[in-house]
Antibody, heavy 117, light 107 residues
Framework: QVQLVQSGAEVKKPGASVKVSCKAS????????ISWVRQAPGQGLEWMGW????????NYAQKLQGRVTMTTDTSTSTAYMELRSLRSDDTAVYYC??????????WGQGTLVTVSS | DIQMTQSPSSLSASVGDRVTITCQAS??????LNWYQQKPGKAPKLLIY???NLETGVPSRFSGSGSGTDFTFTISSLQPEDIATYYC?????????FGQGTKLEIK
């Protein structure tokens, strides 16, 4: 069965960086992409960007351009999302999801990132 | 960016009721629309893709319809386990955008 397992919760200070991992199993990793979606406390879903696991092509949300980098390691079927220059409003649960830029059909369990001084 | 407007924002219904949620896009998105269910503390789950196609394993009481700018999500007979927040999402244009969500509660 398809599984996406994310790394654990993080607490960061403003200005720091965070890197969240998402390890995929149960399917051919390079046949899909990975979307990253975040959800601030009590708020809705916000798409952050997408990476093709086939060729590494990326598409980022404009508001995060310059602060976010998405990568993959095909040898370990793992996707990564790094967010830099963290601010308090980056506090959220971050999800990865298997996606072909259509429907996100399998999701990770989420990673809580807390930004606090 | 394409704006997705869901209504209502919250909804209270009884077990067995027929429940309908609407989603309106700010421009024509053909049928490039998905519906997700999110239970508290859990990741979203895909229920409906391409406006009307039921994801494998999803109960048949869930359905979706519409095209262009106006879409409808329906639960034919509400069950206690359907308590969740529901989101529509368009993927016609980048960036994919979500509606603000509809929180469904049991009356």
């Amino acid at each position: 069965q398809v599984q996406l397992v994310q790394s654990g919760a993080e607490v960061k200070k403003p200005g720091a960086s965070v890197k969240v991992s998402c390890k995929a199993s149960g399917y051919t990793f390079t046949s899909y992409g990975i979307s990253w979606v975040r959800q601030a406390p009590g708020q809705g879903l916000e798409w952050m960007g997408w990476i093709s696991a086939y060729n590494g092509n990326t598409n980022y949300a404009q508001k995060l351009q310059g602060r976010v980098t998405m990568t993959t390691d095909t040898s370990t079927s793992t996707a990564y999302m790094e967010l830099r220059s963290l601010r308090s409003d980056d506090t959220a649960v971050y999800y990865c999801a298997r996606d072909l830029l259509a429907a996100a059909d399998n999701w990770g369990q989420g990673t809580l990132v807390t930004v606090s001084s | 960016d394409i704006q997705m407007t869901q209504s209502p924002s919250s909804l209270s219904a009884s077990v067995g009721d027929r429940v309908t949620i609407t989603c309106q896009a700010s421009q024509d998105i053909s049928n490039y629309l998905n519906w997700y269910q999110q239970k508290p503390g859990k990741a979203p789950k895909l229920l409906i893709y391409d406006a009307s196609n039921l994801e494998t394993g999803v109960p048949s009481r869930f359905s979706g319809s519409g095209s262009g700018t106006d879409f409808t999500f329906t639960i034919s007979s509400l069950q206690p386990e359907d308590i969740a927040t529901y989101y529509c999402q368009q993927y016609d244009n980048l960036p994919p955008t979500f509606g603000q969500g509809t929180k469904l509660e049991i009356k």
